[in-house]
């Protein structure tokens, strides 16, 4: 009985390298499409960090001092899914099932704005009703799929998907303008000028996007 349990354990252990090399292999790989977007896109403001692996225990002004900038700077892109969505893609970008949404780690999105903004891409004549438009996190097997990116890896460049971008007034208007975000793996971080990042994106501004969260 302990000679099946030993080599249970040891499959066991074996099979948690396997999964930990094929993440590390994926990662490598998602990094490298973030890598040739920028490139291709010219952003000449863009750099890539190595982070700890420790950092997403870190508070955010411990991230914001290992990065070099202040808090409001630190950024993250999330992909939004709109449930009741007329369309199943993202063909239509005044009309998509899905958003990546670019925000501060320091604020909250207003759902009801990302409607209500979402909403006014289309021509009036054109519009579907409010009951069109359910926004809500896309579970993350999908957001995984979608972005090519693991959880806390998502970048807005490399995706696999074009997902259409959105970014936050707050974060349009920071000062210095340039951020820090996601770098296609958990540790790697992307520093981009903010005017560039909306460039290269053809990303959309939305005013009142989000607000400053007080439990930080």
């Not at 952003?43 to 890539?48: K, N």
């Not at 692996?53 to 899914?81: H, N, T």
């Not at 958003?99 to 909250?108: D, F, G, H, R, T």
């Amino acid at each position: 009985m302990a000679t099946i349990e030993i080599v249970q354990t040891k499959l066991s252990e074996a099979k948690q390298r396997l999964e930990a090399m094929e993440r590390k292999l994926q990662e490598r790989e998602a990094v490298e499409r973030v890598r040739a977007h920028l490139l291709k896109a010219r952003v000449s403001s863009a750099a890539l960090k190595l982070a700890s692996a420790d950092y997403y225990s870190w508070k955010l002004a411990e991230r914001a001092q290992f990065l070099g900038c202040q808090v409001p700077q630190l950024c993250k892109s999330i992909v939004m899914e709109n449930t009741a969505c007329t369309n199943d893609g993202i063909a239509d970008p005044r009309n998509s099932r899905y958003y990546c949404v670019i925000l501060q780690y320091n604020s909250k999105m207003n759902s009801e704005q990302l409607m209500r903004y979402v909403r006014t891409l289309l021509p009036e004549n054109e519009r579907p009703g409010r009951k069109a438009y359910n926004f809500q996190h896309a579970p993350g097997e999908v957001s995984d799929k979608l972005t090519g990116f693991l959880h806390n890896g998502v970048s807005p460049f490399g995706m696999k998907t074009a997902i259409p971008v959105l970014i936050s007034s707050a974060v349009a208007q920071l000062n210095p303008p340039f951020i820090w975000l996601g770098g296609g793996a958990e540790n790697v971080k992307l520093r981009i000028g903010v005017a560039q990042l909306i460039d290269a994106l053809n990303a959309r501004v939305v005013d009142d996007l989000t607000t400053l969260r007080d439990d930080l």
